[in-house]
């Protein structure tokens, strides 16, 4: 555990912590929240030791173990296996236990064509991932997780979520999509206004708790004021009286030592909106048999065909580097395609926001000056109101590109997006440098746009809230997904998704298949194919008796209504009749049962043998 107590650090006038204090218990999986540059990652480096607090104590316990995603890359070995290897505890018998980083390694997203690479022929993505693998592979007492989600790719981010969530230490994690923190979390921690506030429960419980107390502060404000000016006009009414010179004095010390309430600053929010372009037509571009590969051999995108709608919300989804970005540089027309054809509507009106765009800006250029940049008819007046939006006031709206953070020029380029009028909107990984409240802001601005939006995310979160179609990059191919996130993943799903992580007691000590469990598992399945297949079984030998009988009845009768036709006895003619008929249609029930139940004696038979069949291999 980790306890801090009357914490205070600042940079010049910025006051990030003030007077702060909070514990992390045993057990507990911590989400940070809080505004880019408001103290997430100053924290993380004042429990690290890499930076020291003005005053105050941060108590760890000796021995206490503290994992961290390292952003610094240095690697010691001449492969990725060895290298996190490296990072495995020691044991004093001398296991190997490098089935463990290998488990790790491949729910990152490394093959095992992988292991044996250099980590430095890595690209530095993956160079991270690397880094993570080793911090997960150390099993510390503590990981400390600063916007691992940055590096991943979908399927890997599926994979982390289900490693958290079985992590029964302790976890402090920092990222932009609220949707996995709240998944892997017991507890939420809020930097706010100087100070901190912990919650058990989600983000949206430690902000309703924030909004609650602030309420309750300004509701206490307000009265305060009240009773200080009538307090204020009492002594200034009578402080010249005489008579009244010692009730004056009383409460002029009375005044004194109340503390007064300081109204509270706005916190400053991203809002925004795109400028929607008119469309009337029906589809804004329309892909046809599109093929594409930089290598001859191999194709990144083959035969792909989709149109866009004037509303559509399309998500291109799939792991890293199999094609995302590239698809979208061939829709922008940056690319040529192999073959194929992309048709744009005569008045379609794109803006691009591209995974390496902020590498564009000119480093020499002011806000203000990247903002004019993007469209002739921009004025100084539009780009000022712009900067505003993005949180870029007065002379902020004056800083040097090459003085801003990741999250403020990923701002620059949006507002870059709001200069001109757009129907289709065509985002690459926009909130990667973005905080939690601003990427939420997008996710409004992009629900309001009255146009198309195709975007590339491995943001579940996301996903879920917009995506009314996919594009899937998986096994090796990209198809059209009709549907929604949730759609997908309960109809489809990931091909060789990597099964959830499992927490150390359930793991195998070692690679070989527990034969005993396996025999185990395998009578346990024996005996309920015997009691599902005999059940069934058993029915339809009840039904086929049924029926039998029944057809003996319905003989019987015939038989003896021909007797009672002889005889002229009309009221047992009536009553053979009537129960001839209630057989027939009873049998006819009983064979609509029967045709039901042979096909499914004979899948659930199959059904059967084939997970037996699967279980003998195993074995």
């Given amino acids: ?307 866009v709608g004037k509303k559509d919300r399309i998500a291109i989804i799939g792991k890293n580097g199999k094609g995302k970005t590239t698809l979208l540089n061939l829709l922008a027309k940056e690319l040529s395609l192999v073959s194929g054809t992309i048709n744009h509507h005569n008045y379609l009106k794109f803006a691009y926001f591209g995974q390496t765009n902020i590498n564009r800006l000119d480093p020499r250029k002011t806000v203000e000056e990247e903002i004019m940049d993007a469209h002739p008819d921009c004025t100084r007046g539009a780009a000022r109101n712009i900067c505003g939006v993005m949180m870029f006031p007065g002379d902020d709206a004056l800083k040097k590109v090459r003085v801003l953070s990741g999250g403020e020029k990923s701002r620059v380029l949006l507002g870059k997006l709001l200069v001109k009028p757009a129907n289709m909107l065509m985002l690459d990984e926009p909130t990667n440098h973005l905080d939690m409240e601003s990427t939420e802001s997008l996710l409004e601005a992009l629900d309001d746009f009255n146009g198309a939006v195709i975007i590339v995310t491995h943001s579940e979160m996301i996903l879920h809230a917009i995506a009314t179609r996919l594009i899937v990059f998986d096994g090796g191919e990209a198809t059209l997904f009709e549907g929604t996130y949730r759609d997908f993943l309960d109809g489809v799903g990931w091909k060789n998704e990597i099964p959830p992580a499992q927490s150390e007691a359930k793991v195998s000590e070692s690679k070989t298949v527990d034969r005993k469990l396996l025999r185990r598992a395998r009578a346990e399945l024996i005996n309920e194919k015997s009691r599902t297949l005999s059940a069934l079984q058993k029915r339809i030998d009840e039904i086929e008796s049924e029926i039998i009988s029944l057809e003996e009845t319905i003989t019987q009768g015939n038989e003896d209504i021909l007797a009672a036709s002889i005889n002229s006895d009309g009221e047992t003619i009536k009553r053979l009749s009537k129960t001839i008929h209630d057989s027939q249609s009873k049998i006819e029930t009983l064979f609509s049962e029967l045709e039901r139940l042979h096909p499914e004696l004979e899948d659930r038979t199959k059904e059967f043998e084939e997970r037996l069949s699967g279980m003998e291999a195993t074995y």
């Fill in 1 to 307: 555990m980790i306890q801090v107590s009357k914490l205070n650090k600042s940079y010049g006038q910025q006051v990030l912590f003030d007077n702060v204090g909070f514990t992390i218990n045993p057990g507990e999986r911590v989400g940070l929240v809080g505004r880019n540059g408001h103290g997430k990652t100053t924290l993380f480096r004042l429990i690290l030791g890499q930076e020291q607090p003005d005053s105050g104590t941060i108590g760890i316990p000796a021995g206490y173990k503290i994992g961290h995603l390292s952003q610094h890359i240095r690697f010691a070995e001449d492969s990725v296996l060895k290298e996190a290897c490296l990072s495995l505890p020691h044991r004093e018998d001398g296991k190997d236990e490098s089935y463990k980083a290998e488990t790790i390694l491949t729910g990152l997203g490394f093959s095992i064509d992988d292991f044996n690479l250099d980590p430095v022929r890595l690209s530095g993505g993956f160079q991270v991932r690397l880094n993570l693998a080793k911090t997960l592979v150390s099993d510390p007492n503590m990981l400390l997780l600063d916007e691992p989600t940055n590096y991943l790719d979908i399927v890997s981010l599926r994979w982390l979520e289900q490693f958290l969530r079985a992590w029964k230490k302790e976890l402090i994690i920092i990222t932009h999509d609220r949707l996995f923190m709240d998944s892997v979390t017991t507890h939420t921690m809020a930097i706010h206004r100087c100070g901190i506030k912990k919650v058990s429960g989600s983000t949206a419980d430690v902000y309703q708790q924030l909004l609650m107390e602030e309420e309750v502060y300004e509701k206490t404000r307000i009265n305060d004021e009240k009773k200080r000016k009538e307090i204020e006009q009492f002594i200034n009414r009578f402080r010249a009286k005489a008579t009244k010179a010692k009730a004056v004095q009383s409460r002029i010390k009375a005044l004194e030592k109340k503390e007064r309430l300081e109204k509270l600053s706005d916190t400053k929010n991203l809002d925004f909106a795109f400028n929607s372009a008119p469309f009337t037509g029906r589809h804004l571009m329309e892909a046809t048999d599109l093929s594409f590969g930089f290598d001859p051999n191999v194709s990144l995108v083959d035969g792909l065909s989709f149109y």
